[in-house]
């Protein structure tokens, strides 16, 4: 449609408002109530408009735009009307601009001096300056209600996005405050700390407790650069003070891709790790039994005399290499190419292993490749969403920002199946809570449901899939009945959740590692892909499946061949033509036999197969099962080199530790869950002699007359783009905007925002017969619980960067196991009494948590901390095919202490 907004003709969309078309074309409307995230209320009035036709002024954020509308945002009387509001606001506004952290960035300031409010209108406003008033006694945020203007954005992004419902108004007329339902201290209300509502402030009334006095908005150099904690690849911008060179607060801009300007805690408040006093700053070298400082010339000469002298005795084959999900996809790439090349070995893994292994072989059995088929936008579109296996409001929260907006605001139908009470259940039509380690029967009990009623997709299975005959046996003898006496969810609920999902005119799976942690996590995911395939849902858009990776790169680290079967781009080490083509690449002779996985490298050290373990980024002394046996093993190894930021519980085994540099401090690219390859800035320096992790690694490749140099990342990117054809057209030019989704084969290509349309990457989708088995370890007399382990919202991995931040540890600073309350009566257990938990494995002494967020019979730990480790307990049973071990299922017992 077409308007005129001061004499110039612009083109609005369907459904805008004013404002937003204005906006669109470039046209400024000041306003002080809306953020294009919200409803938009027009309670500021700043917006107001002439529309001709239309009886005295309209706000602009909530009129309509329609074909042939005349718009003045400028005249006389309007000028007048918005000085007057100003002034009014600036009656009660007890701030002096001067010396407020917000200058030059506040809203209201701005448009003071635009609109040349008078001396005496902006005298009232100052006052006297008293320094910060802290109000909510957390680490996190604060409010200062004599900064605040009432607009309520706050409330309205706490209630509308977010959905936490932490924020209300109390009191009437000039003593209206912002707070919590019944003025409770915000730790205890429902508020999860994401700073949304700081993100939404025009003035500053809420803000960063930790910025304040660290330097003005408008002396603050912001880099642009993607989050470090988890998939979801949120952009953020680090707001630096240069001459203390200290990261002061993270804001993230409305409108960027993917998370559209929405954090989560640790990504609004949890980079105090980047300036931590604990980082490590200089080389260690063990002399005497004790790590103690060295230069990087003796660091690198001892590495590289080490590994050339083991190669030379033992083979390429008894050196092994960790990469890490935290690290850049420049930095994985030189690291698998330097173990591949370098070594010669192709014992090379990382934590994804431990994560998402099995999604990768099952979906590339499937489909014909591993990754999440659709994009995070379409999930807000889609009509039906089955969520199983995945916690993903404290997981991945801004993508459960999305989940949440499409059942409550645009009536999607969402399904959960996960063992515990998850956040989610409080918006989803059907939450099954099924017995950990059950999900084929699950799966394919709702499968005998969708074919016993026809509900399946006829047409997509005979034209677009394969071996569908093959599975009709295994999904017919799992029926809802006997699928209940397995799973405990009744059969009726099966049922109901087979015909939600299958009557769905676009259905999304969404999983993560509740899923995929399993000894059957391979055929756990098989069945979400012949479900989905059942009935034609792949390749269309807000549908597919789709796996939440639960690292900032573990997409990125297995595409760029940091696994040890394949090289970048998932291409076959066993493939002669593939071989043939990487060893000319390379200039290097390559092993043609698939390495060692995490686990299995740690299995090697026990049987001296492997005698040196080289860990960049990797802590396997708190993130692996078994955790006795993992550090017996890093114990027993005869060289174990560690690269990373802090002294992990890993480094204080190793006889040589490597300062690297933060994610901060580098330059780079990650890839996110739904395949966007996007920019990872410089944005401070590194403290002491630390070293960027590629530079390390090539550093040690020279030392062993290995060559190996690049002049910047950019270029080791152009190397990538060139032998990995996902990656073919990936360039930093092309992505320094805005990142681009895998597939991208050539410099033309946009890039790929859903997988699989018109055809599958493996030709045809290929169905696969799965019939249930139970978990390696079930309950027993002796152990007669089941444990769960997994994350929470407030930590991240292992904790080694997100318990560095005091707001954190102030909201999340131990561990726990959650019981449910029946349980906990009978083993005479209360909420918050010390407990011990026992496997076959090994005990921990942590906190009891007593509620039914799960069910009689069960137990979880989030396996974050350090103090009573989950992964003690957790069972290194292996997938024969993904080779992940089942962290999620292990039988237990419980004592009070």
């Given amino acids: 449609m077409k308007l005129t907004i001061d004499g110039k003709q612009i083109t609005a ?228 003070n240069p001459k203390k060179n200290r990261i002061v607060r993270v804001t993230s801009e409305v409108g960027c891709i993917p998370n559209d300007g929405n954090l989560c805690i640790k990504g609004r408040f949890g980079m105090d790790f980047v300036g931590h006093p604990e980082r490590l700053t200089t080389p260690l070298i063990r002399r005497d039994g004790k790590l103690k400082e060295a230069t990087w010339d003796e660091a690198i000469g001892l590495i590289a005399d080490k590994l050339t002298k083991i190669k030379a005795e033992s083979g390429p084959d008894s050196i092994a290499g960790l990469s890490s999900a935290k690290c850049t996809n420049e930095d994985n790439y030189v690291f698998q190419k330097f173990i591949r090349g370098g070594i010669g070995t192709n014992n090379v893994d990382h934590c994804a292993r431990l994560c998402h292994s099995s999604t990768v072989a099952g979906l590339a059995r499937a489909f014909g490749s591993g990754a999440m088929t659709n994009s995070i936008d379409e999930f807000k579109d889609a009509r039906c969403i089955f969520v199983i296996g995945s916690n ?79 599975i009709v046996d295994a999904i017919k003898e799992m029926t809802p009945e006997k699928a209940e006496k397995i799973t405990t969810v009744p059969a009726d609920a099966i049922r109901q959740a087979a015909r939600t999902y299958a009557r769905a005119d676009s259905a999304s799976i969404v999983f993560s590692m509740g899923i995929t942690q399993h000894t059957t996590g391979t055929d756990n995911v098989l069945s979400l892909a012949n479900l989905a395939m059942l009935t034609g849902n792949v390749g269309k858009e807000s549908a597919g499946v789709n796996p939440l990776r639960g690292q900032n790169n573990v997409q990125g680290a297995c595409d760029l061949g940091a696994l040890p079967n394949v090289y970048p781009g998932y291409q076959s080490v066993e493939d002669a033509e593939i071989h043939a083509k990487f060893e000319k690449a390379w200039d290097a002779k390559l092993s043609d036999k698939a390495g060692l996985t995490v686990v299995e490298m740690f299995h090697a050290i026990e049987d001296g197969d492997v005698r040196a373990l080289y860990l960049m980024g990797e802590n396997p002394a708190l993130s692996d099962p078994n955790l006795n046996r993992t550090r017996k093993a890093l114990e027993k190894v005869e060289f174990l080199v560690c690269q990373d930021v802090f002294l992990s519980e890993s480094a204080q085994y190793a006889d040589v530790v490597l300062p690297a540099f933060s994610f901060a401090e580098k330059e780079g690219t990650f890839t996110n869950t739904e395949r966007r390859i996007q920019r990872v800035r410089k944005a401070v320096d590194p403290p002491g002699q630390t070293r960027d992790d590629w530079i390390i690694v090539c550093d040690i490749a020279t030392a062993m007359g290995i060559p190996m140099q690049y002049e910047n990342t950019s270029q080791i990117m152009d190397e990538i783009a060139s032998v990995s054809p996902i990656y073919g057209g990936i360039a930093y030019d092309r992505i320094e905007e805005v990142g681009l989704q895998w597939p991208c084969p050539d410099r033309d290509h946009p890039g790929t925002k859903y997988l699989h349309k018109g055809e599958f990457k493996r030709g045809k989708g290929k169905f696969h017969p799965v019939r249930f088995r139970e978990p390696a370890e079930l309950p027993s007399k002796e152990f007669p619980l089941i444990l769960s382990t997994g994350r929470q919202l407030y930590q991240y991995h292992t904790g080694t960067l997100s318990r560095k931040s005091p707001a954190i540890h102030q909201k999340s600073p131990t561990g726990y196991v959650e019981i449910h309350f029946k349980d906990a009566k009978e083993y005479g257990i209360e909420d918050g009494d010390s407990v011990e938990v026992t496997t076959t494995r090994g005990k921990v002494t942590t906190k009891a948590s007593v509620g039914t967020q799960v069910a009689k019979g069960w137990l979880f730990m989030p396996f974050h901390f350090a103090e009573g480790p989950a992964n003690m307990l957790t069972n290194d049973a292996l997938d024969p095919i993904a080779k992940i071990p089942e962290l999620k299922v292990c039988a237990a017992k419980i004592r009070q202490l």
């Fill in 13 to 240: 969309q369907s459904g805008q408002t004013v404002l937003q078309a204005a906006q669109d074309n470039g046209i400024d409307i000041p306003n002080l109530c809306y953020d294009p995230r919200l409803k938009p209320s027009g309670s500021c009035r700043l917006c107001l408009v002439e529309i001709e036709g239309q009886r005295g002024l309209q706000p602009s954020c909530v009129f309509e735009a329609r074909d042939g509308l005349a718009v003045k945002t400028n005249t006389d009387e309007i000028r007048d009307i918005r000085k007057t509001i100003l002034e009014l606001l600036f009656c009660e506004h007890k701030a002096r601009c001067t010396v407020c952290d917000e200058n030059g960035k506040c809203s209201l300031q701005n448009y003071a001096y635009e609109y040349q409010l008078s001396e005496e209108s902006l005298g009232r406003a100052l006052g006297t300056e008293t320094g910060p008033n802290y109000t909510t006694a957390n680490l996190a945020l604060e409010y200062d209600p004599d900064k605040c203007i009432r607009c309520g954005r706050c409330v309205r992004i706490c209630e509308e996005v977010q959905m936490a419902h932490a924020l209300t108004f109390k009191n009437r007329a000039a003593e209206t405050e912002v707070t919590t339902a019944f003025d409770l201290p915000l730790n205890e209300s429902t508020c999860v700390l994401c700073g949304q509502c700081i993100s939404t402030c025009p003035t500053g009334a809420l803000y960063d407790r930790s910025a304040i006095g660290e330097g003005q908005a408008k002396d603050l150099v912001k880099t642009r650069t993607t989050c470090v904690y988890c998939g979801v690849g949120c952009q953020i911008d680090l707001n630096v």
């Fill in 392 to 470: 993903t409001p404290e997981a991945h929260p801004v993508i459960a920002i999305g989940i949440r907006e499409a059942a409550v605001k645009n009536s999607a139908e969402l399904i959960i199946a996960d063992p515990r009470e998850i956040e989610l259940v409080r918006y989803a039509k059907l939450h099954m809570q099924q017995r950990p380690g059950s999900d084929v029967a699950l799966i394919n009990a709702m499968m005998n449901v969708i074919l016993a009623e026809g509900l399946h997709d006829r047409d997509f299975i005979e034209e677009r899939t394969e071996g569908f005959e093959e």
